[in-house]
T-cell receptor
Framework: RKEVEQDPGPFNVPEGATVAFNCTYS??????FFWYRQDCRKEPKLLMS???SGNEDGRFTAQLNRASQYISLLIRDSKLSDSATYLC???????????????FGKGTLLTVNP | NAGVTQTPKFRILKIGQSMTLQCTQD?????MYWYRQDPGMGLKLIYY???????DKGEVPNGYNVSRSTTEDFPLRLELAAPSQTSVYFC????????????FGEGSRLTVL
């Protein structure tokens, strides 16, 4: 099982739609989780952290399910400007648990159509 | 308010040539990273540094070298370029290793022919 695995996509949705992305991780000792956004031919940028209790930022909601080892990102009322690749990022511990590395999923491409 | 600056933005190399990708940050971050991103793939960590004078290998270090003589600069050296090193390279920095907020440079697109 890959360390971090995302919905392969791509997702094509109309403006105003609600869309959800899922991401699973293999190491149950992972401590922190994030969603990044990457526009075409640009660098990734942090969209939001994912907290155990779930968290919301405007139209974006992130959820964490530790028991099933997945995180999700929900986008409500999609805008054209939401078109981008969404990267799931997990802080994965090494075998000794003494160090962590941020591990990126391959990303899910979202296109919001007018 | 520069953040992380990478140069060059684009470069074409011939097989066997060498080059250095430059990266500098002005946020006084101790942690710096080099990633490569191939089409349809996630970012792969090449090397990272936890402070001046300290570097360590990531997932895909072969064919690359780094140095960290100052807090600000973290150059990536490609020795004997190969077609497999054709990729987009991103330098990033962070305040620490756990908050998850990486600040990326704009990327360097390298083609090896």
């Amino acid at each position: 099982r890959k360390e971090v695995e995302q919905d392969p996509g791509p997702f094509n949705v109309p403006e105003g739609a609600t869309v959800a992305f899922n991401c699973t991780y293999s190491n149950s000792a992972s401590q922190s989780f994030f969603w990044y956004r990457q526009d075409c031919r640009k660098e990734p940028k942090l969209l939001m952290s994912v907290y155990s209790s779930g968290n919301e930022d405007g139209r974006f909601t992130a959820q964490l399910n530790r028991a099933s080892q997945y995180i999700s990102l929900l986008i409500r009322d999609s805008k054209l400007s939401d078109s981008a690749t969404y990267l799931c990022v997990v802080n994965v511990p090494n075998s000794g648990g003494s160090n962590y590395k941020l591990t990126f999923g391959k990303g899910t491409l979202l296109t919001v159509n007018p | 308010n520069a953040g992380v600056t990478q140069t060059p933005k684009f470069r074409i190399l011939k097989i066997g040539q060498s080059m250095t990708l430059q990266c500098t940050q002005d946020m006084n971050h101790n942690y710096m990273y080099w990633y490569r991103q191939d089409p349809g793939m996630g970012l792969k960590l090449i090397y990272y540094s936890v402070g001046a004078g300290i570097t360590d290998k990531g997932e895909v270090p072969n064919g690359y070298n780094v140095s960290r003589s100052t807090t600000e600069d973290f150059p990536l050296r490609l020795e004997l370029a190969a077609p497999s090193q054709t990729s987009v390279y991103f330098c990033a920095s962070s305040r620490d290793r756990y908050t998850g907020e990486l600040f990326f440079g704009e990327g360097s697109r390298l083609t090896v022919l």
